[in-house]
């Protein structure tokens, strides 16, 4: 099965950058879709950036201009570069991967990480 585990996360004062970390092994990672998303308390879990597997970007209105998502295809690793943090942006965040693991090469699906807490402080 596909492993996903998230790094990076942890306290910062607004105005300030992280960067996350999702490194995936048990599936092929240079032809999946990634993504990152994020849940805060008392909300829906929602969508932050995507990357496709040709490096294409897609980003929420809320974080564009300000994350910058990238992935090291050699690594099967993904990133979140964080800037300009927002108390708004506390949330946890999940690495998604969408494609197919080694031992099920046939039946794309999707694959979450256990998240990664992200709290700026005001």
């Known amino acids: 099965q596909v492993q996903l585990v998230e790094s990076g996360g942890g306290l910062v004062q607004a105005g300030g950058s992280l960067r996350l970390s999702c490194a995936a092994s048990?599936?092929?990672?240079?032809?999946?879709?990634m993504g990152w998303y994020r849940q805060a308390p008392g909300k829906e879990r929602e969508l932050v950036a995507t990357i496709t597997s040709d490096a294409s970007t897609n980003y929420a209105d809320s974080v564009k201009g300000r994350f910058t998502i990238s992935r090291d295809n050699a690594k099967s690793t993904m990133y979140l570069q964080m800037d300009s943090l927002k108390s708004e942006d506390t949330a946890v965040y999940y690495c998604?991967?969408?494609?197919?693991?080694?031992?099920?090469?046939?039946?794309?699906?999707?694959?979450w990480g256990q998240g990664t807490q992200v709290t700026v402080s005001s």
């Open positions: 998604k991967f969408s494609g197919y693991g080694y031992l099920s090469s046939t039946r794309r699906r999707d694959y």
């Open positions: 048990g599936g092929f990672f240079s032809i999946a879709a």
